[in-house]
């Protein structure tokens, strides 16, 4: 099925740096979300992004839902070991009926050197 | 809040054997839980989509007698990968959709046939 465009695919930081990462798609959508997953768990939900230009903010996370609808980006401020895991975005169309699937992008794997 | 559990975290089975996996919403309802597959180092492939009640709904190239899905109630999906063989090893994701449609994921089961 479709894809989302994410990248970077993997980053390596020093602690304490900032991190960016951003999915785009050439369809718009209803609702992003960004996931973190760690090695041999389910994704856990970060943050959820329901309106186009929303800018949202949980902790040292900040996520934006771009204006087109297109696009979005993560931000983590002052990264920390924990950080460390693949971070995915997703796109949801909520176009009504029973189709809330979402599509994923390819992940980013961050890693965070003490 | 929006807890789900998988049971088991981890299988081992014999090739041919029948293999059943359990996605719970432990504190609230889920009237649609979707089931993912995911190989390492990429990203959740959707496998079905299942409604309470009702049949569940199968991505394209996904064998609906291979892979059963019963959704008996609102807080429990279950996914049975019937004469299972080593090439269904993978890592088995259920999700449950919550009130504004955004998905919480269960922490996955590895599923390993010999």
């Known amino acids: 099925g479709q894809q989302l465009n994410q990248s970077p695919q993997s980053m390596f930081i020093q602690e304490g740096e900032d991190v960016s990462m951003n999915c785009t798609s050439s369809?718009?959508?209803?609702?992003w979300l960004w996931y973190k997953q760690d090695p041999g768990e389910g994704p856990v939900l970060l943050i959820a992004l329901y309106k186009a230009g929303e800018l949202t903010s949980n902790g040292r996370l900040t996520a934006q839902f771009g204006i087109t609808r297109k696009d979005s980006f993560l931000n983590i401020s002052a990264s920390i070991p924990s950080d460390v895991g693949i971070y995915f975005c997703a796109g949801q169309l909520n176009s009504g009926g029973s189709n809330y699937k979402l599509t994923f992008g390819k992940g980013t794997l961050l890693t965070v050197n003490p | 809040g929006a807890v789900v559990s998988q049971h088991p975290s981890r299988v081992i089975c014999k090739s041919g054997t029948s293999v059943k996996i359990e996605c719970r919403s432990l504190?609230?309802?889920?009237?649609?839980m979707f089931w993912y597959r995911q190989f390492p180092k990429q990203s959740l492939m959707l496998m079905a989509t299942?409604?309470?009640?009702?049949?569940?709904?199968?991505e394209q190239g996904v064998e609906k007698d291979k892979f059963l899905i019963n959704h008996a109630s609102l807080t429990l999906s279950t996914l049975t990968v019937t004469s299972a063989h080593p090439e269904d090893s993978s890592f088995y994701i259920c999700s449950a959709e919550g009130t504004f449609n955004e998905q919480f994921f269960g922490p996955g089961t590895r599923l390993t046939v010999l």
């Open positions: 299942s409604n309470e009640g009702s049949k569940a709904t199968y």
């Open positions: 504190d609230f309802q889920a009237t649609t």
């Open positions: 369809s718009i959508f209803n609702t």
